[in-house]
């Protein structure tokens, strides 16, 4: 690069940044002006510095009955695991500890490398030790930024292979996939692309799940201003925006989800993150009616269950056999806010992130029935082969 190029790229940079900036700060219309009328003082500015929404952590005076819950009241399976590397019997045992604690009976092993020779290394590892009931392995599939023809048909050839082995799942497929894949002819690869048929088809004949994580919180396509209720979020995490045009829009991924699970009545596929309908659940509920072959797991979206503690339990027991958990990043600490959430009538109590929810949350108090199988009937029903021990009849 020369000087002068470096230099052009230099200022680009910077006005790239500062258009950013003013969309990301740019307020919208006055909202939220629920008195009728004008009152006496509302135009009243304050008199201390104003802090910023990072700094305004208010402390709840409210004194109400509280329960932490540190075991779940089941044995759960947690379908959306990403545990660190298993690859020695060490490694396998802190990971089981920390479950133990928890109540967390089984983990599926959510690792881009579980594909071939590495998958069986994986399973030989657990195979040989006394925590081989506690891992399930789903095989991954092999996308990288361009899909060729023929694809799919490999990928299926390679499912077949990896299931022999002992795979039991194709795991969460990720969401550059209908996002930013391509095609060999430069087009965007939707997820319902015909090149992969074969693995859909190959999953049904195999009779193993498929996961599948779709498109975003709908929020990350919005301008970024501040009625986003996404804002900090957006503002800490370049690559989770969208409003690019260049990007498909987040109803144009679902309808293509939507199309793929219409397309293979006979696979099993489990949308990740209650298919980023969490904040619409009537939504979701419309998919699971349309489509008895479709199943959501929790992952990462507790502060909008949450934040709807009538309706959310309403939905969670009117489908109650559609319903998995999962947690998604591996903490261990944080398992028990969903413990809290799905099983007290808590009311009003801390969310673990702070850029996700600028909310309480409240609990959802599930029955048991419903709770037993989002925690693990559910996912004993669908992922073939699991040993039943230590789980209720
Ligand atoms: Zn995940």
Known sequence: MTAM????TAILVILVAAATL????????QRGQGAPGSRPGAGRQPEFPVPDIREYKPESTLVVPQHSVPR??????DFHGHPPQLTTVDALAGVAKAMDDLNLRSMVVNNPQLRGDELKRWLA???GSEYKDRFIYFTSVGFGRVVSPGFGRAAAEQLEADVKAGAKGIQEIAKNVGLSVKKADGSRLAIDDPELDPLWDAAATLGIP??????????FWDPIDYSNERWLELALFPDRRYQDPAYPRFDTLVAERNNLFRKHPRTTFVTAHLGWHANDLARLGRLFDEMPNVYSEIGAVLYDIGRQPRFAR?????YQDRLLFGKDNYQPDEYPYYWRVLETSDEYFDYYRDYHAFWKLYGIALPDEALEKLYFRNALKIIPGVSRAGFPQ
Do not use: G, L, N, Y
């Open 22 to 29: 003013a969309v990301a700060q740019a307020p919208r219309e």
């Open 210 to 219: 498929v996961f599948i994580h779709t498109a975003d919180p709908q929020k």
């Open 314 to 318: 309403e939905f969670f027991v009117k």
């Open 125 to 127: 590892v657990a195979s």
């Open 72 to 77: 779940a009241r089941f044995p759960v399976i």
């Open 5 to 8: 190029t470096s230099k052009v």
